[in-house]
């Protein structure tokens, strides 16, 4: 169970916010690689999750328990990120590959949504896959950015300016942005990803 590299980028930028007992969001968590790492590296913080897949929650929910995961959220996360409003707040959201499998409506709503439930001092961490990538432009062209890269496998591809303009109309502030390549499995195959690893605050 690797963990992603954006997870890893993101442990200096966690560690550098000094909340060690506090909460941390994982949005579309998988299987629990990331959660796991986060574990590890702090052990009093408290984790919680959002994942629409009953077969990721499933393979997941041995690491569920060995990490004393808080809570996890199930099925849609504009539903369940709404439903989590209410009841919670984060000093640490965090989002691998995941916002790019949503148009840009939708990319939209979700940047609102996790600013709504991130506390005023706390960091939303997100990794896009990039305009740079090699798969940006195969397959079937299904809107601004968006391709059918496999059958059933929409992605969109975002450049820094996407990722800028969408977090200011978020009231959001941008404090990293930079480019990484990595390896991750895309349609069963592990190929590279060129991605965009984002660290964004509350303007307010």
């Given amino acids: 169970m690797t963990p992603s590299l954006a997870a890893h980028l993101s442990l200096t930028d966690i560690n550098s916010l000094s909340v ?3 909460a941390l969001l994982d949005v579309g968590c998988g299987y629990g690689r990331d959660l796991a790492l986060f574990r590890t590296f702090f052990p009093d913080m408290a984790l919680h999750g959002v994942e629409p897949s009953q077969p990721a929650i499933a393979l997941g929910s ?4 060995e990490i004393k995961l808080r809570n996890l959220y199930e099925n849609d996360v504009f539903r369940n990120c709404w439903h989590v409003r209410r009841r919670e707040r984060f000093d640490i959201i965090f989002a691998n ?3 790019h499998l949503f148009s840009d ?6 940047f609102r949504i996790l600013r709504a439930i991130l506390k005023p001092h706390g960091a939303l961490i997100l990794s ?26 929409p992605w969109r591809f975002v450049n820094e300016q996407d990722v800028r303009s969408l977090a200011a109309a978020s009231g959001l502030s941008i404090q990293i942005l930079r480019p990484y390549t990595e390896t991750e499995l895309v349609a069963d195959a592990c190929d590279r990803v060129e991605s965009l690893y984002v660290v964004a605050n509350r303007d307010d």
């Fill in 20 to 22: 060690p007992n506090g």
């Fill in 62 to 65: 041995p690491v569920f328990q």
């Fill in 97 to 99: 590959y995941f916002v």
């Fill in 105 to 110: 409506e939708e990319s939209a709503e979700v």
């Fill in 128 to 153: 896009f896959v990039s305009t740079r990538d090699p798969h940006f432009g195969l397959g079937k062209h299904l809107g601004r950015g968006a391709y059918e890269v496999r059958q059933g496998m």
